[in-house]
């Protein structure tokens, strides 16, 4: 691969597309919003320019590949998501859409087709930060999205989901029919190629790994807790219906229960991303009477989901009973663990072995779109590359040498696949 002519090509295109979704402090490329057509308009600029035939598929994601391949030829498809959270990193998932373009320029170069004709995609709407929904783009054409989903409103705009997709010429019909919008069967694997976006890869020094598998999630984007609202003190403890500390009490009880599952060696990871009080009433001299939070668990172990969410579920009822509280939750969402195609991961590995480059065999705490592919049957691999300061923050610090060395091993992967 000619790494020399296409690192600065890399280079350019990372530096570029954040300069047209800088934000002031990261990036903001919303789901089937502004910024991000914004960069999928920047990507079909320079991927025709460069001779390639770019075209948008029904679920308005970004599909670029060479002019002559057969419309019923079975593709190799690799790629990544165009979005990014709020004021987020420029390389969390742009990387691996840059990735598959830099290997559709080399067998450009060279004249070296993959035996497998290679198509890059670029999704839309992977992050669940702008609807609350993750996988949108990959989501609709697996025939995925319900009705509930495409009701789910943009943070900032208040727009819905739907229509947000029918304004870039989604086919909304079949979307909300909920119609498979390809073949699988023409799809001979799913490869992608991403930041880690844990501390994992940059303490043990590796600049890429292979991933063995995705975890699962079950989340709530809005929990409300209903208590009763009063004076901070005219109202002794014994009679208080707070909210704030109900939910507190809440966190606290499944921290433990964590804590506990993972001294017995579970795969788990719990967060309560968002929690406030009402700003038009909270006070310092008033105790809540109503709190809204987040909850979400993520483990390798549907059955382990299962558990704690019920475990959860369990705490509320109790702490309803103990503290004279309510709990309300919106609709569950769940994305199910995936793993990776075992083939897959062994011919990744083989080339890392043959190309020199350090590498190991780790799971994915974070989700990707090759869950989607994976959980369908479609043969999915993915392949990590070191990022220092974590994810989903603007400090995002990829190395290009480490992506170079990452591309090289998704090029050679996707020629030896058969």
């Not at 991000?36 to 600029?45: C, P, S, W």
């Not at 990735?99 to 993959?114: D, N, P």
């Not at 609350?132 to 609709?140: E, F, P, R």
């Not at 009679?239 to 500390?245: G, V, W």
């Amino acid at each position: 691969m000619d790494t020399k002519t296409l690192r600065p090509i890399a280079e350019k295109l990372f530096d570029d597309i954040r300069a047209l979704s800088f934000d002031g402090v990261g990036v903001s490329r919303d789901s089937y919003g502004t910024k991000e057509t914004a960069t999928a308009d920047f990507l079909r600029a320079f991927a025709t320019d460069a001779g390639f035939k770019v075209s948008a598929d029904r679920a308005g994601n970004l599909v670029i590949g060479f002019a002559d391949t057969p419309a019923d030829a079975p593709t190799i498809w690799c790629g990544s998501h165009i979005d990014s959270v709020p004021q987020g990193g420029n390389f969390d998932g742009l990387a691996g859409v840059v990735a598959g373009l830099l290997c559709l320029l080399e067998q450009q170069r060279s004249g070296v087709r993959s035996p497998i004709p290679l198509q890059v995609l670029g999704f839309r709407g992977e992050e669940s930060a702008w609807f609350g929904k993750a996988y949108v783009g990959s989501g609709a054409l697996l025939g995925q999205l319900e009705a509930e989903d495409l009701a789910l409103r943009h943070r900032d705009s208040g727009e819905t989901l739907g229509q947000c997709m029918e304004r870039i010429g989604a086919d909304m019909e079949a979307i909300a029919a909920q119609r498979l919008l390809f073949d699988p069967k023409k799809v001979r694997a799913f490869l992608e190629l991403h930041i880690e976006q844990g501390p994992v890869m940059e303490a043990r020094k590796l600049p890429v790994a292979v991933v063995s598998g995705i975890r699962g999630n079950i989340r709530h984007n809005h929990v409300q807790c209903f208590g009763a609202s009063g004076h901070s003190g005219a109202i002794p403890r014994w009679l208080r219906r707070d909210a704030m500390f109900a939910v507190a009490d809440l966190i606290m009880r499944v921290d433990e229960h964590w804590s506990e599952l993972l001294e017995r060696g579970t795969d788990l990871v719990v967060t309560t991303g968002m929690l406030s009080t009402n700003a038009a009433e909270h006070a310092a001299s008033r105790i809540p009477g109503h709190v809204k939070f987040s909850f979400e668990v993520r483990s390798k172990s549907i059955d382990t989901l299962e558990a704690f969410y019920q475990l959860m579920r369990a705490e509320c009822t109790a702490i309803s009973r103990e503290r004279q509280v309510r709990f309300e939750f919106d609709r569950r969402i769940l994305s199910s663990p995936a793993t990776m195609d075992p083939s897959l991961c062994t011919l990744l590995s083989k080339v890392c072995t043959e190309l020199g480059t350090p590498f190991e065999v780790l799971p994915s705490g974070a989700g990707h779109d090759a869950s989607m592919f994976a959980n369908a049957g479609i043969p999915s691999g993915m392949v990590f590359v070191r990022n220092q300061n974590g994810s989903h923050n603007p400090e995002e610090a990829m190395d290009i040498g480490d992506f170079m060395a990452g591309v090289q091993v998704l090029h050679q992967g996707i020629q030896e696949i058969r």
